[in-house]
């Protein structure tokens, strides 16, 4: 059975979790964990490209990696988030880049950044048959009005981000991300919607939980407050790395057994 954006629901006991990853073997250690959904975000130009922003990142480079995720994986739920600019301008290049995620890329659904300009279009991919995944508060491709503060903090900004919670559930949102906003928010949103919510700096009552996969992972220089690291990868990784460079130094590797001679070679030079 092909996995739909419809089994994405809380059982009212478990929280749903979402990860990012940016890579297949990232994926399947996602699958192997029993992640419920996978994004592959544009969080990637931070956390992989070098980038200090997610701006950058590209359509084909969300695609590439999507691809690569969707190989790696069956049952979790792949999810390609739209990079800046890639929708909103024009609706025909808009359906056309989400549609690429499905189409090449593999992936189930889409995520956008959503504000009052996403509503119809989200409504549009729906009704074509490409799902979408609603985000709203810290939404970062606002990185230039918003910095990466805390949202919905006021009793107005509040009520406008529960108004467009309820706006995208019924343009026809099958989920929404909610990003730094106050926790009771968060609850009073989740309780407002019948859609899953999943929470990001959002408190525990959203219906599920979303991390950055270098963040969970520790292989990041920093990470946001409301995040918080299950491992040291970066500390694994420079071992690793340079226990390989003192044994190459060292001349300890390759060692006889990895490589092999040749006996009718002896009387070649
Ligand atoms: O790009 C991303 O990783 C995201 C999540 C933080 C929700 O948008
Ligand atoms: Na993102």
Redesign the pocket.
């Known amino acids: 059975m092909p996995t739909t954006v419809g089994e994405f629901r809380a059982d009212g006991e478990t929280p749903l979790t ?1 990860l ?1 990853a940016y890579d297949a073997p990232t994926a399947a250690a996602c699958e192997r964990a029993g992640v419920d959904a996978i ?1 592959v ?4 130009g931070n ?1 992989m490209l070098g980038y200090d922003s ?1 701006l950058p990142v590209t359509v084909d480079e969300v695609a590439s990696r999507t691809g690569a995720v969707a190989r790696a994986t069956d049952e979790p739920l792949v999810i390609a ?1 739209m990079p800046f600019l890639s929708f909103g301008v024009d609706e025909a290049e808009s359906l056309h880049n989400a549609g690429k995620m499905l189409k090449e890329a593999g992936a189930h659904a889409v ?1 956008l ?1 959503s504000g009052s300009h996403t509503v119809e279009l989200t409504e549009r991919l729906a009704e074509l048959g490409i799902p979408v995944m609603a ?1 709203l508060g810290l939404t ?1 491709q606002k990185v230039n009005q918003l910095g990466y503060a805390r949202q919905g903090t006021s009793r107005e900004a509040a009520s406008e981000i529960a108004d467009l919670a309820v706006a995208h559930e019924d343009a026809g949102a099958f989920a929404l ?1 909610l ?1 730094h906003v106050p926790a009771n928010l968060a609850a009073r949103i989740t309780d407002d919607l019948s859609i899953p919510t ?1 929470g ?1 700096g959002a408190g525990k009552n959203c219906d599920g939980q ?3 996969a270098n963040d969970v992972l520790g292989l990041g220089e920093r990470i946001p407050p409301f995040a918080t690291s299950f491992g040291d990868l970066r500390g694994e990784m420079e071992n690793a790395i340079s226990d390989y460079v003192d044994a190459v130094e060292d001349e300890e590797f390759p060692a006889d057994e990895h490589s092999h001679v040749e006996s009718d070679l002896d009387d070649l030079y």
């Open positions: 979402m990012t994004l975000g544009d969080s990637m956390a997610t988030d995520k950044e985000h970062p991300v990003e999943i990001i979303v991390l950055v």
